[in-house]
């Protein structure tokens, strides 16, 4: 089932942390398993924000040998920072099993990000220049109240509440994800991609790295390949309805867009309200009037659609 919503400002900053979580409530029916979101902040130069996960929620129930691996993850994961000299600005743990890092880093992503993920037991969620990508088991409410999300104030984001079906309930396998390494595109998708392996498997053979075995990351990487060869988001969304199988409707986010598209069935539902200085988009009518109670009018995509708006 799950439940997906998106958020995007086109005339600055505002509080997408609260909204978001708000959105993501409403919606806690399609999905009470877990809860993520991937929002947009203001960049600095040459800075990134990592998320980084060094266990599951329920590992910390194996007494004092993980507590003890979890002090080791975070102090290779520190090693590692220190060895390619990356300057940590600011470093925090909203939980025992999380980290937030905001570095500053001139060198190549992909070289830092397979560094850290090396790392054994742990797993970026993200790196980004805006990207701040959390998720956790539970519903919003709890989720955000746990990392401080409410004071996030930003232009964007994308946000997911998972009824598990095919895969554990853990945060490896939660929404949204990360396009690993690139920076700041994330993705939420409600379906099933029927053709992932074939695509995942070119995709490898071409260079690319997966951390989960979940389908929706397929597309946030996909994305990915597509803007670095130099398409456009929209080219990317309306390539995908010919070469992806399956049912979907999925938002993709950058540094500065926001995109949505529906497959040729349309099976997955999305509902769109767009203003002058806002677009909101969810699965149900219901999320968008969390933020929005006054009277207003929505719209269903239609088959093949795709959207982008941009911040």
């Known amino acids: 089932m799950c439940g997906i919503a998106g958020l995007i400002y086109r005339d600055g900053a505002r509080k997408i942390g609260e909204e978001m979580t708000?959105?993501?409530q409403a919606l806690r029916h399609r999905g009470p398993d877990s809860t993520g979101f991937a929002m947009y902040g203001a960049p600095g130069p040459n800075e990134y924000v990592m998320r980084f996960k060094?266990?599951?929620k329920e590992d910390?129930?194996?007494g004092t040998k993980i507590h003890r691996a979890i002090r080791e993850r975070k102090a290779a994961v520190g090693a590692v920072l220190e060895e390619l000299g990356v300057d940590v600005l600011e470093?925090?743990?909203?939980t025992e099993y999380a980290l937030r890092s905001r570095i500053s880093f001139g060198g190549d992503l992909k070289n830092l990000a397979d560094h850290i993920e090396e790392v054994e037991g742990g797993e970026i969620l993200s790196i980004g220049n805006a990207l701040e990508l959390v998720k956790d088991l539970g519903d919003a409410a709890s989720v955000s109240e746990t990392y401080a999300l409410n004071t996030f104030e930003g232009t964007?984001?994308?946000?997911?509440t998972?009824?598990?079906?095919?895969?554990?309930?853990?945060?490896r396998s939660a929404h949204p994800y990360w396009a690993y390494p690139y920076n700041d595109i994330?993705?939420?998708h409600n379906g099933q991609i029927t053709n992932y392996w074939l695509m995942r498997r070119?995709?490898?053979?071409?260079g690319q790295r997966f951390v989960s075995h979940c389908d929706s990351e397929l597309l946030a990487v996909y994305t990915a390949v597509n803007l670095e060869k130099g398409m456009t988001l929209e080219e990317s969304l309306r390539r995908s309805i010919d070469e992806i199988d399956g049912v979907f409707t999925y938002l993709i986010t950058t540094g500065n867009e926001l995109g949505m598209a529906k497959d040729t069935m349309a099976a997955k539902p999305m509902v769109l309200y767009e203003a002058d200085d806002m677009v909101a988009l969810a699965s149900e009518e219901v999320a968008i009037r969390a933020i929005l109670p006054h009277e207003i009018d929505t719209t269903d995509p239609y088959d093949e659609e795709v959207r982008v708006w941009q911040a």
């Not at 998972?162 to 945060?171: C, F, P, Y």
């Open 162 to 171: 998972r009824m598990a079906t095919e895969s554990d309930v853990d945060i």
């Open 91 to 94: 470093q925090e743990e909203p």
């Open 202 to 206: 070119q995709l490898e053979r071409d």
């Open 22 to 24: 708000a959105m993501l």
């Open 156 to 160: 964007h984001g994308i946000g997911h």
């Open 60 to 62: 910390l129930d194996g």
């Open 54 to 56: 060094v266990a599951e």
């Open 186 to 188: 994330a993705v939420v």
